[in-house]
């Protein structure tokens, strides 16, 4: 399964904001699993960044980045994720629009978000941490 991992998941990581960050860690952590490929994109990595540099400082914000781009997989913003951005008129917001064709082209399964109602368009499924996690147990049982 290819899941990716959306800007406000890793700023829940990075920040360690509960109590969203228990999730968010748990599904990260999959990147080690067999069977699972976590992406992101390099706009995630970069909203993420400037968010724990917000909270820790330059230094250790580089350090929880680099961290997470040693782990996930990393989703290319690709031209054409661009132009069909601005080209689909279901897509009110252009960073999510990028980050839908970025999941997209990495040919993910699930898109994983605390925002699930910015991507009502999309043609993949997408769900917030916890539901994810939730659904994991189930499938374990």
């Known amino acids: 399964m290819k899941i990716f991992l959306d800007a406000n998941v890793l700023v829940a990581l990075v920040?360690?904001?509960?109590?969203?960050?228990?999730?968010?860690?748990?599904?990260?952590?999959?990147?080690?699993?067999?069977?699972?490929?976590?992406?992101?994109?390099?706009?995630?990595?970069?909203?993420?960044?400037?968010?724990?540099?917000?909270k820790s400082g330059a230094k250790l914000a580089k350090k929880k980045i680099a961290l997470l781009s040693q782990n996930?997989?990393?989703?290319?913003?690709?031209?054409?994720?661009?132009?069909?951005?601005?080209?689909d008129p279901r897509i009110n917001?252009?960073?999510d629009g990028l980050e839908y064709h970025a999941a997209i082209d990495a040919g993910c399964n699930v898109i994983i978000t605390e925002d699930t109602g910015d991507f009502w368009f999309s043609e993949i499924e997408v769900m917030n941490c916890e539901g994810f996690v939730a659904k994991l147990l189930s499938l374990k049982r």
Do not use: H, W
């Open 72 to 87: 996930l997989k990393i989703a290319p913003n690709l031209a054409s994720g661009v132009s069909n951005s601005i080209a």
């Open 93 to 95: 917001d252009f960073e």
């Open 15 to 54: 920040n360690k904001q509960y109590p969203v960050f228990s999730s968010a860690a748990r599904i990260a952590s999959l990147s080690e699993t067999k069977g699972y490929e976590v992406y992101t994109s390099p706009m995630c990595l970069a909203i993420a960044f400037y968010f724990a540099e917000k």
